[in-house]
Antibody
């Protein structure tokens, strides 16, 4: 059974760097074809794709946020880490990680429960 | 403003059939598979339809997906109170080089 869970701070101050960790089980990111993605959802708004990391360590980013995002993986710990630098209030929202079944598409299954992050002074 | 356009809300009576639309363009829906997600209040999205019209194991066959040109649709037949949720369409956009989502449609059961 594949599961994912997000962890990180609930509150971050503007200009700080937000670090989120996705802890997963039921698959290995060293296995060919495996990918993990990050998606966020501002309160009451739509989903927004952020980043993806592939089994071969290739990384892909939302072009509008690319300069502030960094994704990495620790295969031995079954973890994927997302950092967002220089956060502001617009980064407030729920952050989800998910397995990207089709790495290049939008087929995500399953999703983590999500973590609500608030950016506020 | 989302790349994919969905109506903000749709409502229907119990046992009725409703259809949700998702409109895009040639760089997204017109050239890539569409997936649908159901998000119950306060929960994470759940995969409902993948590759335009395929049902994941465990998803009720009251849900069905279709695609034509640059538009996709999700139909819910035999509407039930448990179907009250937000529904999002998603696909890859070749111009943006990544996945894009619709703005979501809130389904209300009258």
């Amino acid at each position: 059974q594949v599961t994912l869970r997000e962890s990180g701070p609930a509150l971050v101050k503007p200009t700080q760097t937000l670090t989120l960790t996705c802890i997963f089980s039921g698959f290995s990111l060293s296995e060919t074809g495996m990918c993990v993605t990050w998606i966020r959802q501002p309160p009451g708004k739509a989903l927004e794709w952020l980043a993806r990391i592939d089994w071969d360590d290739n990384k892909h980013y939302n072009t509008s946020l690319k300069t502030r995002l960094a994704v990495s993986k620790d295969t031995s710990k079954n973890q994927v880490i997302l950092t967002i630098s220089n956060v502001d209030t617009m980064d407030t929202g729920t952050y989800f990680c998910a397995r990207a079944v089709d790495c290049t598409g939008a087929w995500f299954d399953p999703w983590g429960q999500g973590i609500l992050v608030t950016v506020s002074a | 403003q989302s790349v994919l356009t969905q109506p903000p809300s749709v409502s229907g009576a119990p046992r009725q059939r409703v259809t949700l639309s998702c409109s895009g363009g040639s760089s997204n829906i017109g050239n890539n598979a569409v997936n649908w997600y159901q998000q119950l209040p306060g929960k994470a999205p759940k995969l409902l339809i993948y590759f335009d019209d395929l049902l994941p194991s465990g998803v009720s066959d009251r849900f069905s997906g279709s695609k034509s040109g640059t538009s996709a649709s999700l139909a819910i037949s035999g509407l039930q109170s448990e179907d009250e949720a937000e529904y999002f369409c998603a696909t890859r956009d070749d111009s943006l080089r990544g996945p894009v989502f619709g703005g979501g449609t809130k389904v209300t059961v009258l």
